[in-house]
């Protein structure tokens, strides 16, 4: 009985009662008390207020008409009271008037008790507002508690919060990680693809030029057998057929001997050369110079018979030089001018002329020769490519002109011929001019 | 068909040094120094042994090799080359080539060479 109207502690309930009739008093004081409660009495209202203030009783019971302060008072008091505001007061009243009752109630009380007390009624009643009081603490109690876990909830609520936001700003970063990653992997892929092609085509281009390298030993190896067959040939023929001959023959052998070594010689110059331009060890000085002059150096040179018909037309006043290699160009004048004068023969004549353009000196050698047909006017300035005439053959290696395109362009110049077949052709080549200051 | 040998090659002193030498040991012989001169001298010489350079200015030697064979095939032919890769000499033999001699050669090799074709 007692479990049920303790307030969360292990004691019994406390009962303050307020009545200025001492029999009143200890009737239901005796009575609660047997009921198991713990009882403080006041005969005045000032003094239940005190003993209310100082010892927080669990209930109230208060008479209505006492001669100090009345009931109405008394609990109007405890009610402005912050310390006993919470204690629930049953007045006990003989008055049956509505209007007291209602005033009872305005004033905070909880209930009320008529006179003559009825003991079950009043145990009833103080049972039932202890009750309430309990259960009011109790959801005080579990209202604290809920707070408690609400803030604990809370709390919860913003750890899991943060943490998602952790968790998710975690992942924008891995995320970012992994769009930036992926981005790098395709750059470098595409930089793989790329690096691949440039293999690839280096790769062809090797294989290309492994390709002409082979070609160029099989036709080089070719061009050198043919003068050294002859030089076998006619001097295994004068070794073993020596007494068969007479001594113009002898003479014609052995000048033949000496004429394709020194063929041969030259197609090995040739050859040198040709092979130091693709190795690309072709370092030329580049320095002004006068190409007339050259001209005509590479003419005396060639100790042509007295009138033979060479003409120079020089159309460029003597300061105007050009920018590239003399030496390098007296070897292409000399190609040019050795061709020309291997196909005019002694009938026909060579023509020089050296004009100027805004950049440029152009040499035009020209011959009343053959010709070269229109579909063969490229190809002579390839590596081996002979003129294939059957009428006018001709004996040099096939590298002359491929050798002077090589130089010419080195120089930044350009080499070119115009021909007509049957009529001759002019070989031009152009040098860059020497810039004047003037 | 008759005893001489015809030589097509377009280098002129390397003709002239395979005419001597043969002259020399009394084969008759004559030079052509084109792909169509040389046809036209197997036509009308009927010489039984051709020595044929495989590069000529109007045409090649294999060619030249495949039609004498076809118009003659009794008749002998002997590539005189410079070309020493494999596939001129597999070019020769397809065109129905009886023999290779190299440039440069022996002039004593190639005199032996002619000698053991002559049927003369």
């Known amino acids: ?438 | 068909m008759n005893d001489s040998v015809l030589i097509i090659e377009d280098e002129l002193l390397i003709a002239e040094l395979v005419k001597m030498n043969l002259r020399m040991r009394h084969i008759t012989c004559n030079v052509a120094t084109t792909g169509q001169e040389g046809m036209e001298m197997f036509e009308n010489q009927n010489p039984s042994i051709v020595l044929l350079d495989v590069r000529l200015p109007d045409t090649d030697g294999w060619e030249l090799c495949k039609k004498i064979k076809q118009n003659k095939p009794d008749s002998v032919v002997i590539f005189m080359t410079a070309a020493t890769q494999k596939k001129d000499r597999e070019e020769a033999e397809k065109a129905g080539a009886d023999d290779f001699i190299e440039k440069p050669f022996d002039i004593g090799e190639l005199v032996s060479l002619v000698n053991k074709y002559r049927k003369y």
């Not at chain 1, 019971?61 to 505001?85: N, Q, Y």
């Not at chain 1, 050369?273 to 005509?296: L, T």
């Open chain 1, 1 to 438: 009985m007692i479990d049920e109207f303790s307030t969360g502690s292990t004691l019994p309930a406390t009962i303050l009662i307020i009545d200025d009739q001492p029999k009143n008093l200890a009737v239901i004081g005796d009575y609660l008390m047997k009921c198991g409660f713990t009882i403080l009495v006041s005969q005045t209202g000032t003094g239940g207020l005190r003993r209310a203030r100082d010892l927080k009783p669990d209930l109230i019971l208060l008479d209505i008409l006492m001669p100090d302060m009345d009931g109405f008072e008394t609990c109007r008091r405890l009610k402005a009271d912050e310390s006993t505001k919470n204690i629930p007061v049953i007045f006990m009243t003989a008055l049956t008037s509505v209007e007291d009752k209602v005033k009872g109630f305005e004033l905070g009380g909880v209930d009320y008790i008529t006179k003559p007390i009825q003991y079950e009624e009043v145990l009833a009643r103080v049972k039932t507002h202890l009750q309430i009081v309990n259960q009011k603490k109790k959801l005080r109690l579990q209202a604290s508690v809920l707070r408690k876990i609400n803030i604990h909830l809370k709390k919860e609520i913003e750890t899991r919060k943060a943490a998602e936001r952790e968790l998710q700003s975690l992942n924008e970063e891995l995320e970012y990680r992994i769009k930036s990653r992926t981005e790098e992997l395709s750059k470098t892929a595409e930089k793989l693809r790329v690096a691949n092609i440039k293999l690839e085509k280096a790769n062809k281009e090797l294989l290309k030029i492994d390709t002409i390298k082979t070609e160029f030993v099989a036709l080089a190896s070719h061009e050198l057998r043919t003068p050294l067959t002859s030089i076998l040939g006619y001097a295994q023929t004068l070794l073993a057929s020596y007494s068969q001959m007479d001594n113009s023959m002898r003479a014609d052998v052995l000048s033949t001997i000496v004429s394709e070594s020194k063929r041969l010689s030259a197609l090995i110059g040739n050859l040198l050369d040709i092979s130091k331009i693709e190795n690309r060890n072709f370092n030329i000085v580049i320095e002004p110079f006068d190409v007339g002059e050259v001209i005509e150096r590479v003419i005396n040179a060639l100790n042509l018979p007295s009138g033979f018909p060479l003409t120079v037309h020089n159309m460029v006043p003597d300061k105007h030089r050009v920018v590239g290699n003399q030496e390098k160009t007296g070897q292409v004048i000399r190609n040019l001018l050795d061709n020309a004068l291997r196909y005019v023969k002694n009938e026909g004549q060579i023509t020089i002329e050296i004009k100027e353009t805004d950049e440029f000196i152009r040499v035009g050698i020209s011959d009343t020769g053959p010709g070269i047909r229109p579909e063969e006017q490229e190809k002579i300035f390839e590596k081996f490519y002979r003129i294939r005439d059957e009428k006018n053959r001709s004996f040099g290696s096939g590298l002359g002109l491929s050798i002077a395109s090589n130089i010419i362009e080195a120089q930044g110049g350009r080499i070119w011929v115009e021909s007509k077949y049957g009529k001759g052709s002019t070989f031009y080549f152009t040098l860059p001019k020497e810039i004047s200051y003037e």
